[in-house]
């Protein structure tokens, strides 16, 4: 018996996206400082989950802001976090 795949909205799977980008984008710093990557990215996913499911205009601000960030890290200038 296989079960049916998940439906998600396209905020959930923008959610969902931007989250694996984030963590693709952790894989290209210093292998040292993955781990204040990957606990930073977490916590900032985590800070904002008590967003109610139906509070599109703040979930689509926090996408905006949450691209705007990883463009920021994603530069080959930052090599570190701090948290």
Partial sequence: MSTAPIRR???????????????RAARLKPEANRPHFHAFIRMQFRKHSE?????????????????RQLEVYSAPSIEDVTI
Avoid: H
């Fill in 51 to 67: 967003v109610k499911p139906r509070d599109f205009a703040t979930i689509e601000y926090l996408l905006r802001m949450g691209k």
């Fill in 9 to 23: 909205s396209g905020l959930q799977r923008d959610i969902l996206d931007l989250y694996r980008k984030c963590f």
